[in-house]
């Protein structure tokens, strides 16, 4: 029996009857003769409340401070934990990001990280322990402060721990059963899938499906660690997330999913002229403000005008930011005006078996058009289809492509246990 990584999620550790659940299920697999590693997130909304906290004395909290707070969260999940499990007469220890080794850079807020040296992590499950660690925070190499890694990095934690102990399974515990073929919380008829490869998972969790985090399932795929999605609130099997499928784990879909994602705006750039340097000009003032975008289209030009319109998505938090960049660099670049609009959705249809079968564009198209959803931009890659629709039609877009492909499940095994999905 070899060492698991297991992660507990903020809605499986909600409150003290949640922690002594969470803990039972952890001696479980010691008692199993697993060495177990746990990395644990916030209880509940507790991150959410210290961002609150954070705000009412500072309008703009960030950086050194503000990660030393949002820490705090784990810390308190972490010992309570511990404790539950020493109540139930076995050993463990509690460590901080920073004592289980978590190296990161210094990019407070969302950091990366660069190394693991769980040295205190192994000494502790010699000496019989079962180690809980603190997720989604680590220490800076250079600066040695206390980092975060952004919304939702205790998954993150949990793969890279995995990774450096060469742990045979990470298995992430949270408030549904594993990975749907769409969100459960929409569509109620989603299916539990079985295995998906990293490639689709990847997609799907660059498409807004938020089960899990796109970071963690890139670390995994590069460390090749298996992870197991699963509920903590069921004994069911849940999803496997891995290279290749192993044993009883059935074979993938054509198509692996839909994922949906309201939280993207769509800027457009008017009156663009139709040379040569524009684009490049627009998206280095965006990249010069650090901004990740999405999806570009570019119309063709009006013969008349000589001049274009630049469509493209990024996050809606980041906004702002990109509206001010551009239009500082506006004279230099020479465009007639910005359009903003932050009342958008984005629906995908992934699966690496859209490669070997035609039409399935044609099939997603028409499921859209008959549910009466407008089209208004549109993006593919080998293994993925998305398009950009009004906010207000997501949901019912989402459901009528679910449908059209066969997804829809007879049994309902879409559970959500837990979480406000605050
Ligand atoms: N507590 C952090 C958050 O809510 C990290 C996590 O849950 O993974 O984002
Ligand atoms: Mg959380």
């Known amino acids: 029996m070899g060492l698991v990584v297991q992660k507990y999620g903020g809605s499986s550790v909600a409150d003290a009857e949640g922690i002594k659940r969470v803990a039972k299920r952890i001696v479980e697999a010691k008692k199993n003769g697993h060495q177990v590693v746990v990395v644990v997130s916030a209880m509940g909304d507790t991150t959410d409340e210290l961002i609150d906290l954070a705000e009412q004395v500072s309008p703009m909290p960030a950086g050194r401070e503000f990660d030393m707070l949002l820490t705090a969260g784990e810390r308190i999940s972490m010992a309570l934990l511990a404790m539950a499990i020493?109540?139930?007469?076995?050993?463990?220890?509690?460590?901080?990001?920073?004592?289980?080794?978590?190296?990161?850079?210094?990019?407070?807020?969302?950091?990366?990280?660069?190394?693991v040296t769980?040295?205190?992590?192994?000494?502790?499950?010699?000496?019989?322990?079962?180690?809980?660690?603190?997720?989604?925070?680590?220490?800076?190499?250079?600066?040695?402060?206390?980092?975060?890694?952004?919304?939702?990095?205790?998954?993150?934690?949990?793969?890279?721990?995995?990774?450096a102990l060469d742990a045979e399974v990470c298995e992430i515990y949270t408030?549904?059963?594993?990975?749907?073929?769409?969100?459960?919380?929409?569509?109620?008829?989603?299916?539990?899938?079985?295995?998906?490869?990293?490639?689709?998972?990847?997609?799907?969790?660059?498409?807004?499906?938020?089960?899990?985090?796109?970071?963690?399932?890139?670390?995994?795929?590069?460390?090749?660690?298996?992870?197991?999605?699963?509920?903590?609130?069921?004994?069911?099997?849940?999803?496997?997330?891995?290279?290749?499928?192993t044993g009883d784990k059935v074979e993938q879909a054509i198509i692996s999913g839909v994922a949906h994602d309201t939280s993207e705006a769509k800027i457009t750039v008017v009156g663009v002229p139709d040379k040569p340097g524009e684009a490049a000009a627009i998206f280095r003032a965006v990249a010069d403000a650090e901004i990740n975008i999405d999806m570009i289209v570019q119309n063709v030009s009006a013969a008349s005008t000589g001049l274009t319109d630049i469509s493209f998505t990024l996050p809606k938090a980041e906004g702002r930011k990109a509206i001010d960049a551009l239009e500082k660099a506006k004279g230099a670049i020479g465009f007639d005006s910005l359009r903003y609009d932050d009342q958008i959705g984005k629906i995908s249809l992934v699966g690496a078996g859209m490669k070997t079968n035609p039409g399935v564009t044609a099939d997603f198209f028409r499921a859209l058009s008959d549910a009466g959803v407008n089209i208004e931009l549109i993006s593919t890659s080998e293994i993925r289809i998305s398009v950009v629709t009004r906010a207000d039609d997501v949901d019912e877009a989402v459901r009528a492509v679910h449908t059209a492909f066969g997804l829809d499940s007879d049994s309902d095994e879409a559970v959500v246990y837990g979480g406000t999905g605050r």
């Open 118 to 163: 769980p040295g205190r992590i192994r000494t502790a499950l010699d000496e019989g322990n079962i180690a809980i660690v603190a997720g989604f925070q680590g220490v800076s190499q250079d600066k040695k402060d206390i980092t975060t890694l952004g919304r939702g990095g205790s998954d993150t934690t949990a793969v890279a721990l995995a990774a």
């Open 86 to 115: 020493k109540n139930l007469g076995h050993e463990a220890q509690s460590f901080t990001g920073s004592q289980a080794g978590v190296i990161t850079d210094s990019v407070h807020n969302k950091a990366r990280i660069i190394d």
């Open 175 to 245: 408030d549904v059963d594993g990975v749907f073929t769409a969100d459960p919380r929409v569509v109620t008829k989603a299916k539990k899938i079985d295995w998906i490869s990293f490639e689709d998972m990847l997609e799907l969790a660059a498409s807004g499906s938020k089960v899990l985090l796109h970071r963690c399932v890139e670390y995994a795929r590069r460390y090749n660690i298996p992870i197991h999605v699963r509920s903590s609130f069921s004994g069911l099997q849940g999803t496997w997330v891995s290279n290749e499928p």
